[in-house]
């Protein structure tokens, strides 16, 4: 009996070393992931719908966040004051056998940098190859001559947003113009100022979702303490290093920047093991969904705005098809650039990464389950949702006068066909089943009553429901 307990311990290694093997760090860092390492994790995807060879596209929406970019200014700080910490722990150490050797001799990659948050290269890299692909695969939408009105793109005033369009657009009209020996052409991109911009920065002029973040905050970090408290001791403990909460949440920092934008995994996320990533990792899944995410309704309902603008675009271009107006002098694509407190609420706007139960809740503003604690498995990740460079495209489609319906909307998620619970789990959808379903039950949501209302004023939740009964009737008369 006590030689079978061993052969079956040795095993359990053997599998442990197995999967161990076959995990990539790269895949586990929430919303700072790279776009091509999320793209290679299919989650929530479908095999897309057999889109009719008749039905062409006219029209494409694409909300995307910026691609990958440096630390910020607060958090080079940090960087520089681990270096000195770890310096000090390793002397702490007396040459234990069990210090990692780079440990006191690391030094920030960012030193000496004082200004950060910018997109580097390989986030320019990410945006123009997505620019290349989206020309490539919808290739009838951008044969036209450009022109600023045909090809609407916009980003928010921060530059790491509006370089990320400069990327994409490169990308998008590469040899379409006479600049260089590219064959590049001048491209017109647009921003609002960032105080007003409740489209694209919705996260920043709403009061009542500022108040809500800056209230939740320590009940996050409360949600997120075991965690950091069990990892803690276990990394301590097996390195022989006297490290801090404070100390495990600036490596994991580390390591998350260190795999996304160095490509280096073998230094300090290996300080980690995997199932240890696999918690820092929900800790922060965590904390977007309930400060960007489901976790509350107004974090996804204050970009109403957005969606409104989406759907105005394609009954543009509808009226545009049907009124026959000539080509080039009607918008066919719409290509905006922002932030993952863009992309996350956008995507709840939507309903993916829901099943249809889940979905009922938020349509009827029930407060969903938090995402549970690995080793479960949850839809909630951060680095599928909003990684650097992710995106929605919404693929408005005219099929032949005889079919009805007669237009369509396809939704992909960074490039990949997604399951719409609104549209009984289909990512190719009747338009119309998409505005009763996905887009009507927000819009009695106005962004003004959102988030500028006193919520528990009787009076303005009166004229809330007036405003909305008022706009409702207008839409229709139109």
């Not at 790269?26 to 060879?53: C, D, M």
């Not at 969904?289 to 489901?294: A, P, S």
Request: aromatic content about 8%; proline content about 6%; charged content about 25%.
């Amino acid at each position: 009996m006590a030689m079978k307990s061993v052969w079956i311990t040795l095993l359990c290694l053997f599998v442990i070393a197995e999967a161990d093997q076959g995990f990539d760090v790269r895949h586990h860092l929430s919303i700072v992931t790279r776009y091509s390492a999320s793209k290679e994790v299919s989650q929530n995807l479908i095999k897309g719908s057999n889109v009719p060879s008749e039905c062409t596209p006219i029209h494409l929406n694409l909300v995307a966040r910026h691609g990958t970019r440096s630390p910020t200014k607060k958090r080079l700080r940090e960087m520089e004051n681990l270096s000195g910490r770890l310096k000090e722990l390793v002397r702490e150490a007396e040459a234990s056998d069990k210090v990692p050797g780079w440990l006191g001799k690391w030094i920030s990659p960012w030193h000496g940098k004082v200004k950060g948050g910018e997109l580097i290269r390989q986030g320019e890299e990410e945006l123009y190859q997505l620019g290349i692909r989206v020309r490539e695969r919808f290739p009838t939408l951008f044969e036209e001559d450009y022109h600023p009105d045909v090809y609407t793109i916009r980003a928010t005033q921060i530059p790491r947003a509006s370089a990320s369009a400069v990327a994409f657009g490169m990308g998008l009209f590469s040899e379409k113009g006479d600049l260089g020996p590219g064959s590049n052409r001048a491209f017109a991109v647009t921003s609002e100022n960032r105080a007003s911009d409740t489209k694209l920065r919705f996260f920043e002029c709403c009061q009542n979702y500022k108040s809500y973040r800056k209230a939740k905050g320590p009940a996050v970090d409360k949600l997120k303490e075991p965690v950091l408290d069990k990892i803690t001791a276990s990394v301590a403990n097996r390195h022989g290093l006297n490290f801090t909460k404070q100390d495990i949440s600036s490596l994991w920092f580390l390591c998350k920047q260190e795999a996304s934008l160095l490509n280096v995994t073998n230094q300090s996320c290996e300080l980690f093991t995997p199932s240890e990533v696999a918690l820092l990792e929900w800790a922060d899944d965590l904390e977007v969904f309930i400060l960007k995410g489901y976790g509350n309704s107004l974090n996804y309902r204050m970009g109403v705005p957005l969606l409104e603008d989406v759907l105005h675009s394609m009954e543009e271009a509808i009226k545009a098809r049907e009124d026959k107006l000539p080509p080039g002098s009607y918008e066919k694509a719409r290509l905006r650039f922002a932030h993952a407190e863009t992309i996350v609420p956008f995507s709840c706007l939507l309903g993916l990464f829901l099943d249809g139960s889940e979905y009922e809740k938020i349509q009827k503003e029930k407060p969903l389950e938090l995402p549970p604690q690995p080793p479960k498995t949850r839809d909630f990740k951060g680095s599928t949702m909003a990684p650097f460079g992710g995106n929605n495209m919404l693929v408005l489609y005219s099929c032949p006068a005889a079919s009805s319906p007669k237009y369509f909307v396809q939704v992909l998620h960074n490039e990949h066909p997604i399951a719409l619970p609104g549209c009984d789990g289909k990512d190719f959808c009747p338009l119309e089943d998409f505005k009763a379903k996905v887009v009507t039950p927000h819009l009695k949501h106005a962004f003004d009553n959102l988030c500028n209302a006193n919520p528990d004023d009787p009076e303005q939740k009166h004229q809330s429901l007036w405003s909305w009964l008022l706009g409702s009737s207008q839409k229709t008369e139109l």
